[in-house]
T-cell receptor, first 110, second 116 residues
Framework: RKEVEQDPGPFNVPEGATVAFNCTYS??????FFWYRQDCRKEPKLLMS???SGNEDGRFTAQLNRASQYISLLIRDSKLSDSATYLC???????????FGSGTKLNVKP | DAGVIQSPRHEVTEMGQEVTLRCKPI?????LFWYRQTMMRGLELLIY????????DSGMPEDRFSAKMPNASFSTLKIQPSEPRDSAVYFC??????????????FGPGTRLTVT
């Protein structure tokens, strides 16, 4: 089983829509969680860390569910510029190894 | 502030040649990571350093790959000899392991390697 699993998509949504992605992780000893976005042929860029209590940054909300071992990313009022691949990243406790999901592709259409 | 700097941005070489990729991390960051990304395998961690010391190289594919970090501001990833299956985008990333915003990684623009 992979450390981190994501639905590859693509998610095709109209501008203004709300869209949510989930990411499941297999190791309960996972400590830190992140969402990155990656545009085509570019480097991954940190979108937000995911805190235990959940956190929000503008139109983006991240949540952690330790009991079910998943994190989620909610995007409200989607913009064309949100079109990208969203990568879920998990770091294990006591080890500084980072496990990347394969990404979920989002296409926001006019 | 300057981000992570990688060079070269593109490299085309023939099978059997030596390839050296370079990375300058963000000043003050104490972790440095080398990743490889392909369509088939996604983003894979090859090796990471903490305070210039290699901590985990279990992701390095084979002995043809080696990485060094002689000081806090420079790292290299070397492939010798190169093979067509090494064709990929190689990213360097750095992070700070302190309490604030711990482990948030910042990636360089990558080196697109093509081995013919």
């Amino acid at each position: 089983r992979k450390e981190v699993e994501q639905d590859p998509g693509p998610f095709n949504v109209p501008e203004g829509a709300t869209v949510a992605f989930n990411c499941t992780y297999s190791n309960s000893a996972s400590q830190s969680f992140f969402w990155y976005r990656q545009d085509c042929r570019k480097e991954p860029k940190l979108l937000m860390s995911v805190y235990s209590s959940g956190n929000e940054d503008g139109r983006f909300t991240a949540q952690l569910n330790r009991a079910s071992q998943y994190i989620s990313l909610l995007i409200r009022d989607s913009k064309l510029s949100d079109s990208a691949t969203y990568l879920c990243v998990v770091k294990r406790r006591y080890f500084n190894k980072f496990y990347f999901g394969s990404g979920t592709k989002l296409n926001v259409k006019p | 502030d300057a981000g992570v700097i990688q060079s070269p941005r593109h490299e085309v070489t023939e099978m059997g040649q030596e390839v050296t990729l370079r990375c300058k991390p963000i000043s003050g960051h104490d972790y440095l990571f080398w990743y490889r990304q392909t369509m088939m395998r996604g983003l894979e961690l090859l090796i990471y350093f903490n305070n210039n010391v290699p901590i985990d190289d279990s992701g390095m594919p084979e002995d043809r790959f080696s990485a060094k970090m002689p000081n806090a501001s420079f790292s290299t990833l070397k492939i010798q000899p190169s093979e067509p299956r090494d064709s990929a985008v190689y990213f360097c990333a750095s992070s700070f392991g302190g309490m604030t915003r711990a482990y948030e990684q910042y990636f360089g623009p990558g080196t697109r390697l093509t081995v013919t």
